[in-house]
């Protein structure tokens, strides 16, 4: 340490462990997204072998308990729910994390969404990201106050591997963690983004997960309706919050953790047997809605066939949209380990998706349904998880489509001051969260 300090100034050493962690983040993000695709094959094929229709009954099931039990009697710690764990630790000044945050959440996450889990993969990986940079720092005997900037430089990372986004990654630790950054600092979370997502993007074949066929230049004629969509963006979002916090307060109150599994497991089958489109992730749902194959949601064993393929379009949407708050929930606070970013880019895309074939129905006016399922996605973000900046530059980011800026800022900015009327602070600061191991 003598020799660093005689050597390095400590503006170059936060700076070099800050790209360390993104590249190890990178590596990380790009082996979860490896690992869940190859569970969620071997889901398919069992499914295949088979020929049981209800085995997308029990996948989540199976990848729920698997989870949870790796918590409870492997690693022997609660992971779930990450990125409110780390608003506690750093609000508690508790920057040491064990290394089992690093692969336990991982492993854990890997089961509930190989398996079928309706949320996303960005809560364990931030989780997993910050225990990267805390044990880094704590290997060089750094001091508290790197060893926090460590901590937001991993999860910035993390975000922006998962994501490919780092701009939305760094904003990320701001806006959401609201890690207080000194100058070099901010450099270092940059820093350490820009290395994750590079990694990430490299590894990944360089290629993106929502594969999207330019949607072409947003008619800033329609910006009128883009403003009356974060209205509905903003209102949804409630909405949204709510069913989540029901469903986890009746989680909450099942004391047996093996029951909440198996309630969590089959609330979220059944959901996805009745619509399909809530199986997994749903980056494959997002970017067939904006490349224009809307018909897979309307696979459902409830929805009436008709030869008007709007109508029966309209009701698959609001159905998924009904349920997507409880099966998010369910995911993440009945014993498996996931995210909350995703659910809501996948509602948001369904919210634009229904407005625009709504209107379209009316005759009221013609809008372009994958450009504004687009730009929903960072409406609904935006007044979910309540931080407008790092959705609309994630959204943008994602897609590649920067030309959306203008609108996608309009849908989150409305969407999320509508929110703010009734909520007062972000959905982690606002939220009590179930351990659901």
Known sequence: MAWRRSHITDSGFILTLALITGLLSGISAWMLKYMISNISAFAHRMADITGLDYMIILAPVTGITLAALFCRYVIRQNVDNGVARMIDSLKCKNY???????????????????????????????????????????????????LMILIGCGSAAGIAGIFKAPIGGALFAIEVLRVELSTVAIMGVFLATLSSSLVAYSLSGCTLDIDIISPGAFDNSTLLWAVLLGVVCGIYSLYYTSTGTITTQLLAATRKPYIRWLISGLTIGLMAYLFPALYGEGYDTITNVINGHTSALTYSPIIPHTNNNSIMLTIACAGILLLKGIGSS?????????????????????????????????NITALDPAQYSLIAMAGSMAGIIRAPLMSIFLVTEMVGGVEFLLPAAIVSLISYCIVMIFKHSTFYHSHSFSSGN
């Open 330 to 362: 369910a995911t993440n606070n009945g014993g498996g380990v996931a995210g909350d970013f995703a659910p809501t880019l996948f509602a948001g895309c369904i919210i634009g998706l229904l407005y625009a074939t709504i209107l379209d129905i009316l």
């Open 96 to 146: 040491k994390l064990d290394s089992k945050t690093i692969y336990g959440s991982m492993i854990a996450s890997a089961f509930t969404l190989g398996f079928g889990g309706t949320a996303g993969s960005e809560g364990p990986i931030a989780y997993a990201g910050a225990g990267i940079g805390s044990r880094l720092g704590q290997l060089l005997k750094v001091n508290p106050r790197m």
